[in-house]
Nanobody
Framework: VQLQAFGGGLVQAGGSLRLSCVASGSFLSIKDMDWYRQASGKQREWVATISNGGITNYADSVKDRFTISRDNAKNTVSLQMNSLKPEDTGVYYC??????????????WGQGTLVTVSS
């Protein structure tokens, strides 16, 4: 299973970016999908989660600014980021909790996409 994230870039504070991530490979289904981020010199932190039924959860730092969504038919998860702040700068990673054909649940990570918010 591979996760390919894209959509990062440079944006001014107050601006918007949309990240997307596509899962490909052989699997039975995808359960929850998530976004994490890691700023330079800091630990990776959870940003948002969406279940296969569409239930969402957000870190307090991004609530009301970011929106996570998914397209189950396309095995895609997206993160719409509005009102961006310099502290949102970091490498953003998508993850997927995948159920294999052996009925094992395995979490896969994408390669990350860099988001830079200038002040």
């Amino acid at each position: 299973v591979q996760l390919q994230a894209f959509g990062g870039g440079l944006v001014q504070a107050g601006g918007s970016l949309r990240l997307s991530c596509v899962a490909s490979g052989s699997f039975l289904s995808i359960k929850d999908m998530d976004w994490y981020r890691q700023a330079s010199g800091k630990q990776r932190e959870w940003v948002a989660t969406i279940s296969n039924g569409g239930i969402t959860n957000y870190a307090d730092s991004v609530k009301d600014r970011f929106t996570i969504s998914r397209d189950n038919a396309k095995n895609t998860v997206s993160l719409q980021m509005n009102s961006l702040k310099p502290e949102d700068t970091g490498v953003y990673y998508c993850t997927a909790n995948v159920r294999s054909y052996l009925f094992q649940d395995i979490r896969f990570w994408g390669q990350g996409t860099l988001v830079t918010v200038s002040s």
